[in-house]
């Protein structure tokens, strides 16, 4: 055995950390699929709900930034 | 960085793909200070003049027949307009030319940062944080100054139940706080992964130069995965500076019009 635990236990938790993003790359998925059924639908309202799905796209996303940024954290700052 | 990789070890990545954050000095190896020339300092000022070149290029001849570039300068400007009216409402159309400043020099820094060789200045979070500190700041304060302590009426949401409001201003409050933090690790976040896929592919492309057999599978899938990240990222440089100046709109909104 060589190495050391804490640098296996860092990589380790960096992997883990990265399933967080799986999260929010459904969560975006979500967003654009729901959007994209309700445009088709109705494809007049579409172009004025844009924007809100953008907002929705960007906090969806930010807590898969955040734990991407979990991983780095571990991975160099740790 | 290819006749490392074919003199050097032949395991592992022939660089670092974190090595391209690095800040280093433009001048010399002392230690970086709060004054010192980096590589950072360069790659703004080359987002700002070159922000200044397409806005006041763009708009000194003003054909009725646009150039491609007075074309590009007058669309950037209708477009954040229209978001400031549409999203934060008219009477936020007096904080639009920060708004403006906010998109073109985030967006210029997320193009600048896709040259080859540049420095992503937007992928510091240092860079984003002042950025998105700046927002939060102005935003309370704006709110605090038009509507007096209303303002406060932003956490006190008076359409819950009355047992609620005390735990759903709890959650307002913290949600309130975290803002600036979400705001610019979204930006950082998004350029740094990027851009950290993008030197990844690049370090396995010269694979080719360390081993035949595996290289000539290696270098053209990652060659073509450069690409198309590449085209991605053009589309992702674009989409969080949107983003950024949204969500700027969005909490203008808030500060502007706190009663939920």
Not at chain 1, 18 to 31: D, K, L, Q
Not at chain 2, 144 to 170: D, H, T
Not at chain 2, 243 to 256: E, G, M, P, R
Request: charged letters at 10%.
């Amino acid at each position: 055995m060589e190495g050391d635990i804490a640098a296996m236990g860092q990589y380790l938790g960096a992997g883990l950390a990265s399933i967080g993003m799986g999260g929010a790359a459904i969560g975006v998925g979500n967003v654009v699929s729901s959007f994209l059924a309700g445009a088709l639908r109705n494809p007049s309202a579409a172009a004025g709900q844009t924007a809100t799905m953008f907002i929705g796209i960007a906090f969806a996303e930010a807590l898969g930034i955040f734990s991407f940024l979990v991983a780095l954290l571990l991975m160099f700052a740790v | 960085m290819a006749t490392e990789a074919a003199s050097g070890e032949a395991t592992g990545l022939v660089f670092h793909p974190m090595d391209q954050f690095i800040i280093a000095p433009l001048f010399g190896d002392g230690p970086v200070g709060l004054f010192t020339v980096t590589n950072v300092t360069l790659w703004m000022a080359v987002t700002i003049l070159a922000t200044i070149a397409l806005l006041v290029l763009g708009s000194s001849s003003r054909q009725s027949i646009p150039t491609r570039m007075q074309s590009i300068a007058e669309l950037s400007y209708g477009f954040i307009r229209k978001m400031v009216e549409d999203v934060a409402g008219r009477d936020a159309l007096p904080y639009f030319p920060y708004i403006m400043t906010l998109f073109m020099f985030v967006v210029m820094a997320n193009f600048v940062g896709l040259l080859p060789g540049a420095f992503t200045t937007t992928s510091h979070i240092g860079v984003t944080g002042v950025l998105a500190l700046m927002v939060f700041v102005a935003v309370t304060v704006i709110g605090f100054v038009k509507n007096g302590a209303g303002f406060l009426s932003l956490f006190w949401i008076s359409a819950a139940p009355l047992p609620l409001r005390p735990v759903l201003a709890l959650i307002e409050i913290t949600s309130y706080f975290v803002r600036p933090v979400s705001h610019s690790i979204r930006l950082a976040g998004n350029m740094m992964a990027g851009h950290a896929v993008l030197k990844v592919f690049a370090a396995f492309a010269p694979m080719i130069l360390i081993s035949t057999g595996i290289g000539l599978v290696v270098t053209p899938l990652s060659i073509l995965a450069i690409v198309a990240i590449y085209a991605l990222e053009v589309v992702v440089a674009f989409i969080q500076a949107y983003v950024f100046t949204i969500l700027t709109c969005v909490y203008l909104k808030d500060a502007l019009h706190p009663a939920h």
